[in-house]
């Protein structure tokens, strides 16, 4: 294959064109199958290697299915807004737009030359108006639906790329793009209610084929807790605030209950001896990161607002303290501290000499963290934790002060971004009408081309006043749009829904067909995606799915994560490394179907590994070796010499390897398992090279053999397995072949090889027929002239068989 370079992969992927081979028609025989890729992003102007082993090895396990008789549905696009773009044309002055649309051209170019069966038909490209037309449409249905709403939140703030953050895109306290350290601000924002479909989203976790990692992320990211809310009031005060607990057996042990610094409650019960302090701290607060106040390793810090709460269960006064490790996201921003079982509130109350009190027994050390028998806790005493929380939540539900509750740490997902590349949020402002949404007739709400890009925190489009100007929908009078742009997440969250019915201009989509195509049978990309773009996704569908546009519960039915490819340093690939690789002078020199085949074979899909040079130059020298085996055949088959028309020995071997491939590469195929299908692929190919030095031979058998061989080929080398079977003169396509079918009956072989050991040492090997009963193949190991001579003038104490694998003869 190295010799052709890409003239046979240009051959070929103009045949498929011409001849529309992978148009997709959903009225065609066989069951539906829609498999996806993640699209890429077009933020630079090539593919590396990482995404054709995204995009190469779902090709071929397409391809398989389609000869499966699957009707293939395999669409591509390009999620083309986002943040890579815009910060590019700060710095460059290429305008968003242009350097995107020029990546995208490129980047197709690439696509076709990896021949895969992309149905380009349907291709979608997020930053056209006719599709994010349709995601405005999309953030309209869920406002109307309830699940949409601006309120004045604290968010995370980059001050790099001078725009918010969802908590999901903060790692480690840092900006997920730029690793910039992220702060504070009370920003005027855009959320969707995720929250509301927070159990649901947890509970059909189960049914999903998914990777259980990625599932046990979401499961995390959801949190969800079964305990109780409690009610705390305020001391001389008519203020009452509650806590999520999830420990109501420890109540009794409650010394002092703790606010977040950004809890509003802080300064209406802050004392005037105590404002100077709690305001200090509330301005440090707001510089640390979520990650940073959670850290169980970070010493931590409080101040005392001056007031008191009353212990519901007791009557007790407990000091009410301000400190930055409670969240005000989390929970009702309020927690009650246990010290004596709690390792946070224990170091807490040792740091400002609060009591401590124990309520579970555990023994002598503090704090002790688990479940016991209460004690000091009035008529609770002597009670186990399970049944001790029943009751006390019981007596609090009694007076009005507690019920039981279930907790999610699942917040809601911010979508407001200030920039300029994504989607507009079609809401217009009007002083007399307030919010008011964006008629659809009137969508879409279009980017303007000339903007400023000055990186000053506030949306470019809040600049444009040809943009921000604007008519209200209602009343007519003069209102202003809204300035910010969705997340680009929110893009992704529904494109495999417009993939099959890309041009309809009327809808999103129409329910109906999308009822039928959807959901999508084979899901596959990176695992970074578990808590963002595969949660949103699942939110999406069902939120459409209530409003009655979809009759599905999931988006993604079954889930593959493939690994990630490495620079030759084994390092992540990027260009400030300088060790990425690019497929184009590998394809140039060696054709794609190499390249491809190279990474199926060295790399475990779903772990990834290493760039080597010398792995694709082997396989290189594979295909060549293919090439020369199946000509040698062929001619063979074309002028056959001392030919025989029966299936001995020699042909037994061969239909056994045969066979064997067939069913071994279909098991592994399935399950994405690619280097072991090479792997057999090789050794069919062994097989085949051994037959054919046979002085008889089979043609008519050969050549059943070859076929099969190309066939099992063909989705691991699509274009080099075209010209092999045009070559063996068919002239349809490979890929309307069935896939080969093993026969079962060929698996069992008339003889089997036994290893012969003496004392457990393995000496000799022998062949015998299959059926042999125990004690033939006792004689027949002891008659062996290999086994005479390691047992000759030795006394045979014993014999062992175990049958179909080994005899061990025992001498002394």
Same mark, same amino acid.
């Given at each position: 294959?190295?010799?052709? &370079?890409?003239?046979?992969?240009?051959?070929? %992927?103009?045949?498929? %064109?011409?001849?529309?081979?992978? =148009?997709?028609? =959903?009225?065609? $025989?066989?069951?539906?199958?829609?498999?996806?890729?993640?699209?890429?992003?077009?933020?630079?102007?090539?593919?590396?290697?990482?995404?054709?082993?995204?995009?190469?090895? *779902?090709?071929?396990?397409?391809?398989?299915?389609?000869?499966?008789?699957?009707?293939?549905?395999?669409?591509?696009?390009?999620?083309?807004?986002?943040?890579?773009?815009?910060?590019?044309?700060?710095?460059?002055?290429?305008?968003?737009?242009?350097?995107?649309? #020029?990546?995208?051209?490129?980047?197709?170019?690439?696509?076709?030359?990896?021949?895969?069966?992309?149905?380009?038909?349907?291709?979608?490209?997020t930053c056209e108006p006719d599709y994010y037309k349709w995601t405005q449409w999309?953030?309209? /249905?869920?406002?109307?639906?309830?699940?949409?709403?601006?309120?004045?939140?604290?968010?995370?703030?980059?001050?790099?790329?001078?725009?918010?953050?969802?908590?999901? %895109?903060?790692?480690?306290?840092?900006?997920?793009?730029?690793?910039?350290?992220?702060?504070?601000?009370?920003?005027?924002?855009?959320?969707?209610?995720?929250?509301?479909?927070?159990?649901?989203?947890?509970?059909? @976790?189960?049914d999903l084929d998914w990777p259980e990692k990625t599932k046990s992320m979401q499961?995390?990211?959801?949190?969800?807790?079964?305990?109780?809310?409690?009610?705390?009031?305020?001391?001389?005060?008519?203020?009452?605030?509650?806590?999520?607990?999830?420990?109501?057996?420890?109540?009794?042990?409650?010394?002092?209950?703790?606010?977040?610094?950004?809890?509003?409650? *802080?300064? /209406?019960?802050?004392?005037?001896?105590?404002?100077?302090?709690? +305001?200090?701290?509330?301005? #440090?607060?707001?510089?640390?990161?979520?990650?940073?106040?959670?850290?169980?390793?970070?010493?931590?810090?409080?101040?005392?607002?001056?007031?008191?709460?009353?212990?519901?269960?007791?009557?007790? /006064?407990?000091?009410?303290? *301000? !400190?930055?490790?409670?969240?005000?996201?989390?929970?009702?921003?309020?927690?009650?501290?246990?010290?004596?079982?709690?390792?946070?509130?224990? !170091?807490?109350?040792?740091?400002?000499?609060?009591?401590?009190?124990?309520?579970?027994?555990?023994?002598?050390?503090?704090?002790?963290?688990?479940?016991?028998?209460?004690?000091?806790?009035?008529?609770?005493?002597?009670?186990?934790?399970?049944?001790?929380?029943?009751?006390?939540?019981?007596?609090?539900?009694?007076?009005?002060?507690?019920?039981?509750?279930?907790?999610?740490?699942?917040?809601?997902?911010?979508?407001?971004?200030?920039?300029?590349?994504?989607?507009?949020?079609?809401?217009?402002?009007?002083?007399?009408?307030?919010?008011?949404?964006?008629?659809?007739?009137?969508?879409?709400?279009? @980017?303007?081309?000339?903007?400023?890009?000055?990186?000053?925190?506030?949306?470019?489009?809040?600049?444009?006043?040809?943009?921000?100007?604007?008519?209200?929908?209602?009343?007519?009078?003069? !209102?202003?749009?809204?300035?910010?742009?969705?997340?680009?997440?929110?893009?992704?969250?529904?494109?495999?829904?417009?993939?099959?019915?890309?041009?309809?201009? +009327? +809808?999103?989509?129409?329910?109906?067909?999308?009822?039928?195509?959807?959901?999508?049978? +084979?899901?596959?990309?990176?695992?970074?995606?578990?808590?963002?773009?595969?949660?949103?996704?699942?939110?999406?569908?069902?939120?459409?799915?209530?409003?009655?546009?979809?009759?599905?519960?999931?988006?993604?039915?079954?889930?593959?994560?493939?690994? @990630?490819?490495? &620079?030759?340093? &084994?390092? /992540?690939?990027?260009?400030?490394?300088?060790?990425?690789?690019?497929?184009?002078?590998?394809?140039?020199?060696?054709?794609?179907?190499?390249?491809?085949?190279?990474?199926?074979?060295?790399? $475990?899909?779903?772990?990834?590994?290493?760039?080597?040079?010398?792995?694709?130059?082997?396989?290189?020298?594979?295909?060549?070796?293919?090439?020369?085996?199946?000509?040698?055949?062929?001619?063979?088959?074309?002028?056959?010499?001392?030919?025989?028309?029966?299936?001995?020995?020699?042909?037994?071997?061969?239909?056994?390897?045969?066979?064997?491939?067939?069913?071994?590469?279909?098991?592994?195929?399935?399950?994405?398992?690619?280097?072991?299908?090479?792997?057999?692929?090789?050794?069919?190919?062994?097989?085949?090279?051994?037959?054919?030095?046979?002085?008889?031979?089979?043609?008519?058998?050969?050549?059943?053999?070859?076929?099969?061989?190309?066939?099992? @080929?063909?989705?691991?080398?699509?274009?080099?397995?075209?010209?092999?079977?045009?070559?063996? &003169?068919?002239?349809?396509?490979?890929?309307?072949?069935?896939?080969?079918?093993?026969?079962?009956?060929?698996?069992?072989?008339?003889?089997?090889?036994?290893?012969?050991?003496?004392?457990?040492?393995?000496?000799?090997?022998?062949?015998?027929?299959?059926?042999?009963?125990?004690?033939?193949?006792?004689?027949? !190991?002891?008659?062996?002239?290999?086994? =005479?001579?390691?047992?000759?003038? #030795?006394?045979?104490?014993?014999?062992?068989?175990?049958?179909?694998?080994?005899?061990?003869?025992?001498?002394?």
């Open positions: 294959m190295a010799k052709y &370079g890409t003239s046979i992969d240009k051959k070929w %992927q103009k045949i498929w %064109q011409d001849s529309n081979l992978y =148009k997709f028609d =959903k009225n065609k $025989d066989g069951k539906k199958l829609y498999v996806l890729e993640m699209f890429s992003y077009p933020s630079a102007s090539k593919l590396h290697a990482g995404h054709w082993f995204n995009y190469g090895p *779902v090709d071929s396990w397409a391809r398989a299915k389609r000869m499966q008789g699957y009707n293939v549905f395999q669409p591509m696009g390009f999620d083309a807004f986002g943040l890579p773009a815009e910060n590019y044309a700060i710095k460059t002055g290429i305008h968003p737009k242009d350097s995107t649309i #020029k990546n995208i051209a490129s980047m197709k170019d690439q696509l076709r030359a990896m021949g895969a069966m992309f149905n380009w038909e349907n291709e979608v490209i999309v953030f309209l /249905k869920l406002y109307e639906k309830g699940l949409a709403y601006r309120k004045k939140a604290p968010v995370n703030w980059c001050p790099s790329c001078n725009t918010v953050l969802a908590n999901e %895109q903060v790692i480690d306290g840092v900006c997920e793009r730029c690793n910039t350290e992220v702060i504070k601000k009370d920003l005027t924002q855009w959320f969707l209610k995720i929250t509301d479909y927070a159990e649901e989203l947890l509970e059909k @976790l189960e499961r995390h990211w959801i949190g969800k807790s079964t305990g109780a809310e409690v009610t705390f009031k305020v001391d001389n005060s008519d203020v009452e605030f509650s806590v999520f607990t999830t420990r109501a057996d420890t109540l009794f042990g409650v010394t002092y209950v703790v606010l977040a610094p950004e809890n509003q409650l *802080v300064d /209406k019960l802050t004392t005037k001896d105590n404002l100077a302090l709690v +305001k200090e701290y509330k301005d #440090k607060a707001s510089k640390q990161s979520e990650i940073e106040r959670q850290s169980i390793t970070r010493e931590k810090t409080g101040v005392f607002t001056g007031s008191y709460a009353i212990n519901p269960v007791n009557g007790k /006064k407990v000091p009410i303290w *301000v !400190a930055d490790y409670v969240l005000n996201t989390y929970g009702t921003g309020a927690v009650m501290a246990v010290p004596a079982h709690d390792e946070r509130d224990f !170091a807490f109350a040792s740091k400002y000499n609060l009591p401590i009190i124990r309520v579970i027994d555990g023994g002598e050390s503090l704090p002790y963290t688990e479940s016991g028998k209460l004690l000091n806790s009035n008529e609770f005493d002597g009670m186990i934790s399970e049944d001790a929380r029943k009751a006390i939540i019981q007596k609090l539900e009694k007076y009005n002060l507690g019920c039981e509750k279930i907790n999610y740490r699942l917040r809601d997902w911010l979508i407001s971004r200030q920039r300029y590349w994504g989607s507009p949020i079609p809401i217009v402002y009007c002083d007399k009408c307030g919010i008011v949404p964006v008629p659809e007739s009137k969508l879409p709400v279009e @980017l303007p081309y000339d903007v400023e890009f000055d990186p000053d925190g506030k949306s470019p489009l809040a600049k444009s006043e040809s943009f921000i100007n604007t008519t209200c929908p209602v009343c007519g009078d003069h !209102a202003k749009r809204e300035a910010d742009t969705l997340d680009t997440f929110m893009c992704s969250s529904w494109y495999y829904l417009r993939y099959p019915d890309n041009n309809n201009s +009327k +809808k999103a989509f129409d329910t109906e067909l999308i009822n039928e195509m959807l959901p999508v049978d +084979k899901y596959v990309g990176g695992p970074e995606h578990a808590c963002m773009h595969l949660l949103y996704a699942r939110f999406i569908t069902k939120a459409l799915r209530d409003m009655g546009y979809l009759n599905f519960d999931e988006p993604f039915t079954s889930l593959t994560h493939q690994g @990630l490819i490495l &620079g030759p340093d &084994g390092q /992540k690939m990027s260009k400030s490394k300088g060790n990425t690789i690019s497929p184009d002078e590998y394809i140039n020199e060696f054709g794609s179907d190499v390249f491809r085949m190279y990474l199926m074979f060295g790399f $475990d899909y779903t772990e990834g590994g290493a760039w080597s040079d010398d792995g694709i130059k082997s396989i290189g020298r594979y295909i060549d070796r293919v090439e020369r085996i199946l000509a040698g055949c062929r001619e063979y088959i074309n002028n056959p010499n001392n030919d025989k028309k029966t299936l001995d020995k020699a042909e037994k071997e061969l239909n056994y390897v045969r066979h064997f491939s067939i069913k071994l590469i279909t098991d592994d195929i399935d399950k994405m398992q690619f280097n072991t299908c090479i792997a057999r692929l090789m050794e069919f190919t062994n097989a085949l090279s051994k037959y054919i030095t046979e002085e008889k031979k089979n043609a008519a058998f050969l050549n059943e053999c070859i076929l099969d061989f190309i066939r099992l @080929l063909a989705s691991f080398a699509p274009h080099f397995s075209e010209e092999q079977w045009s070559l063996s &003169g068919i002239k349809t396509s490979v890929f309307n072949e069935k896939w080969p079918i093993f026969d079962p009956k060929a698996l069992i072989k008339d003889e089997i090889e036994i290893a012969i050991q003496i004392n457990g040492k393995v000496k000799s090997r022998i062949n015998i027929a299959s059926g042999l009963s125990e004690e033939a193949i006792k004689e027949a !190991a002891l008659h062996s002239e290999d086994v =005479k001579k390691h047992t000759n003038g #030795k006394n045979i104490i014993k014999v062992i068989v175990i049958k179909g694998r080994l005899v061990n003869i025992v001498v002394k």
